[in-house]
């Protein structure tokens, strides 16, 4: 085999309380890509997307990672990519991590799967790094594994997938930039340690209702005390969108990544779109121009198109 | 029925990363207490233990719970007490949770079972309050529902039970006080969010951990970087101890409650009795008094005699 198609998720990282922690993976939207190896050294980019990203590997998501995996092989020379991306950069909804983990899911094909996921999360971390600066596994580990994840530990890379009953999410994009340098530095250094036991308790109780298939105790649980409040105030109309969904009956939600796109959980996709309707609602009314989505959870990552 | 006998646990709180949320029902040392519905209105008090505890109801956390449980019955007045106590006091390991939840399980059996789990916490928290001057469950929880438990939210109370391999717990009590307000002024009011982080995936961790069965992920997220880096200078030889069970096989452990307790967790009987080998080692050399116990976890908590 000297080419494959794959199609990449979107995820939803820091989900809710489980800030920097657990992630999702979404069945919808998803990036395309078509990767073939080649004789030539190194890796050559043709998108075919209207987003004009850079076509120097080294400094495109995608490139970067695979160079990191060619530096490990002996076999191969080099790929061709054809990247067609379909998620938005800089929704909150790791576009960057699709094209990482999109591409070096792919190429593991090509090399008869010979890396495990943790491996592959490592090498398509170098595509975060090229994002945003930071190693991070945040989405990648979603993307690749699937379903819900729990990074434990990035050092030594430690990732559980967590079991979960069927869950729709509904997530509003609003077409407004926040950098993910101000997403950080709007984060106190020290946090009281009453709000700390507060946000573990429900981490645990997250965790303990995915596990356990409750939804009433996923929905008590879905309470951010120590980063939202913060975050919070770079997206728009952000409580009026959640207690909109709240009100239509989703079991909670919050900031998707380091934002702008809000997230919405629901236990049936009934209830995920009139969750829609509702956050929609409220957005149509500000006059700031956004997107929507409502997705079931993928258990199963990147996949072959 | 008028007269009945229970046996009630010693129990382990501040489960390592899971300080103020998760705790653990042991299967030893029991209290023993007997209780009789009476004539007389109020509770009288028989110790038949060398602790010389308060016999007045209102002082006594047996009693203060009977008491406040007496205050919602309209049908009986009274209760007398034959009270055994076992656990010793100020150990760190629940022994007057053992108190309150003991009495209150034996007056709902007295009663024909009318009240929920939850609610005979919430009375025995009223026992607690007496003890230590706060009405916390972190005890009284896994007394009254065995196993280990979560605190998700102390108001409105919210108890979880946590699924779990078999775990064997092996404690080494110094014999030394440690005092609750020593204990609680020792911590910072604040903390770094980089800890909190590393605590809640841990959390998380330990959580998935026990419901997955997996004894690897236990071990690993055992680790508290928030409490036990100041608790453990109340506790002489601390770290030498942790790290004498770690060795004898221990998936890890911590401080019990407040303290002075030190507690390890093990997958088998065997390893929990070199574990306790391994921890005497360190103590006999102190020449501070001590004593040890191991058993394994309780499903049940408090239980007819």
Redesign the interface.
């Given at each position: 085999m000297n080419s494959i198609k794959v199609k990449s998720p979107a995820t939803v990282a820091n989900l809710v309380?489980?800030?920097?922690?657990?992630g999702l993976c979404l069945d919808s939207p998803l990036d395309e890509f078509t990767l073939s190896i080649t004789d030539t050294v190194g890796v050559t980019i043709e998108n075919i997307d209207n987003y004009n990203l850079p076509t120097d590997a080294s400094k495109n998501v995608s490139g970067a990672a695979l160079l990191k995996m060619l530096e490990n092989e002996n076999d191969i020379k080099g790929f061709h990519l054809i990247s067609n991306k379909i998620i938005k950069p800089g929704s909150g909804i790791g576009s960057s991590a699709a094209s990482a983990a999109g591409v070096i899911v792919a190429a593991n094909h090509l090399l008869g799967n010979k890396y495990s996921k943790l491996q592959l999360v490592d090498f398509a971390m170098y595509g975060e790094e090229v994002a945003s600066g930071a190693k991070h596994a945040d989405n990648i580990a979603p993307a690749i594994y699937g379903g819900i994840t729990?990074?434990?530990?990035n050092s030594p890379l430690?990732i559980?997938s967590?079991d979960h009953p069927e869950l729709f999410v509904t997530i509003l994009h609003p077409q407004i930039e926040v950098k993910t340098a101000d997403a950080r530095n709007i984060?106190?250094?020290?946090?009281?340690?009453k709000n700390?036991?507060t946000?573990?308790?429900?981490?645990?109780?997250l965790?303990?209702g995915f596990?356990?298939h409750d939804y009433n105790?996923i929905s008590?649980?879905l309470e951010d005390v120590?980063v939202e409040p913060y975050r919070s105030r770079l997206i728009p109309h952000f409580y009026e969108v959640k207690n909109a969904g709240k009100n239509a009956g989703a079991l909670g939600g919050g900031i998707s990544g380091s934002g702008p796109s809000i997230f919405m959980l629901s236990s049936t996709a009934e209830i995920a779109t009139s969750v829609e309707l509702e956050m929609k609602d409220v957005y149509l009314r500000t006059g700031i121009e956004f997107h929507t989505h409502v997705s079931k959870i993928n258990k199963e990552g990147v996949k072959l198109a």
């Open positions: 309380c489980g800030f920097d922690i657990l729990l990074i434990r530990s430690d559980i967590i984060l106190p250094k020290e946090i009281p340690l700390a036991v946000q573990w308790a429900n981490v645990a109780g965790v303990t596990m356990q105790l008590r649980s120590v």
